[in-house]
């Protein structure tokens, strides 16, 4: 189970019904009843930024980042491959992921000179619906020879299935994970962040920069959001923010009255953990109703999308947005407006080009390819590719500064572990709010 929640953009999605990718578990998970909790403090660091203002690393020059050549791959020679598995073609699927994963393969092969000239090549495995669809896809990746890395899309079913059939034998690339054994896994990479560090992110956030000393968060109650819930908590309660959480059914449309129960009207602080249209709907116009003036933070994207705007009128909700990627639809950032114009090169749609998953695919099949270089190019194994991203230290390509993995010692595959807020300032327009926030406590 691994996403963007991490990276989340305004437009181009589709509806969902579940919570996915880590904008979305972190977005909405949660736990029980209401409570109340405090604790000693400890500090993390954010600080302010001007949207206009650009970070100095910005990845804007590809073949610097790649380490590859100007020009053409050669079509003659024997290409390289990677492995690719993402969840499409049933009731939940993400194929903009897939489109961005090829549109970043298309790009190396003609404007970065493929791997050492040798043509780049996607070998693709999908899970439909079932988690046993995973151990298909593992089994394939782990089978084929020529395959020397593999790289995890938009995969809500099949992650934890996959990833045993492997058991290691392949350096496993992901964006986000929502998974926690995720990143205790032998040979796994993460190079955006999980739930641990989005929460924290969150945590941190609101402690130095609200200064918020309590928080309201209503949610819906399924069994997936009951574990987000008590993250946030643990967190909230060691910087000694107090926490009133208190659930709803997922199918009730009027949330007024879960939103006065958790306290929206006196928190410093509110977040809404919901991720499903209908539900975005139901809180905003909640929140809205009841006049909160305290800042809202959303975790994901999925409260900014096309059908959340229709199902208010016109307008998504102009909260702030937790993010472990670079928004896109911040244009006033100097890599965003690189990744637009690289990305048109090579055939990506504009629906597409926004959509979260399609920007994490781009910048993990990026971030793949600077590996396989460093590796050996042609001859990399799948042992000199994995030390290669065991050794990257960021930054990361629409992502944050800093990247260290083994940088946790219970968490060795969580490479990345920043965050950042991003306001919505109206239509499909957004602007950082911060610059990358590292999570305290982790």
């Not at 969150?202 to 200064?211: G, N, Q």
Request: aromatic letters at 6%; glycine letters at 10%; proline letters at 4%.
């Amino acid at each position: 189970m691994h996403k963007d929640v991490f990276a989340d953009i305004p437009v181009g999605r589709r509806t969902r019904t579940a919570v996915v990718g880590l904008s979305v578990v972190l977005g909405l998970t949660a736990a029980g009843c209401a409570t109340s909790d405090s604790t000693a403090t400890t500090q993390g660091a954010t600080s302010p930024r001007s949207s206009s203002s650009a970070d100095p690393w910005a990845v804007t020059d590809l073949a610097g980042y790649t380490g590859g050549k100007s020009g053409a791959a050669d079509t003659g020679l024997a290409p390289v491959k990677i492995g690719w598995v993402n969840q499409q073609g049933g009731s939940l699927e993400y194929p903009n992921a897939t489109l961005g994963a090829r549109a970043a393969v298309k790009y190396v092969n003609e404007k970065l000179g493929g791997i050492d000239g040798h043509p780049l090549e996607l070998s693709t495995c999908y899970v439909v619906d079932s988690e046993q669809e995973g151990n298909s896809c593992g089994l394939k990746m782990a089978n084929d020879n020529d395959i020397k890395t593999v790289l995890v899309g938009t995969l809500i079913n099949g992650g934890q299935s996959m990833r045993a059939v492997v058991q290691g034998s392949k350096p496993i690339l992901m964006s986000n994970s929502i998974s926690a054994p995720d990143a205790t896994g032998k040979n796994v990479f993460i190079f955006n962040g999980n739930p641990d560090s989005i929460f924290g992110g969150l945590a941190t956030y609101l402690d130095d920069k609200v200064k918020a000393k309590s928080v309201a968060v209503i949610y819906p109650q399924d069994a997936q959001s009951i574990g987000g819930v008590d993250v946030i908590r643990k967190d909230l309660k060691k910087l000694g923010i107090k926490l009133k959480a208190v659930g709803f059914d997922p199918s009730t449309t009027n949330l007024t009255a879960a939103a006065v129960a958790a306290g929206v009207q006196t928190a410093d602080a509110v977040v809404p953990l919901v991720s499903s249209p209908p539900n975005c709907v139901s809180a905003a116009k909640a929140l809205d109703s009841l006049a909160v003036k305290a800042p809202i933070v959303s975790t994901g994207s999925f409260c900014f999308s096309k059908a959340v705007a229709q199902g208010l009128g016109g307008e998504a909700p102009k909260w702030l947005q937790l993010s472990t990627q670079t928004n896109v639809a911040d244009t006033s950032l100097t890599d965003v407006r690189a990744y637009l114009k690289q990305s048109q090169a090579a055939s990506l749609s504009a629906g597409a080009q926004t959509d979260s998953d399609a920007t994490l695919a781009w910048s993990l099949v990026m971030t793949a390819t600077k590996f396989l270089n460093a590796a050996g190019g042609a001859d990399a194994t799948t042992k000199t590719v994995a030390k290669a991203a065991q050794s990257f230290h960021g930054p990361m390509l629409l992502g944050s500064e800093t990247v260290k993995c083994g940088a946790y010692s219970d968490q060795p595959g969580l490479c990345g572990a920043q965050s950042r807020v991003f306001e919505h300032t109206g239509g499909n327009t957004f602007s950082a709010a911060t610059d990358w926030i590292t999570p305290s406590g982790l």
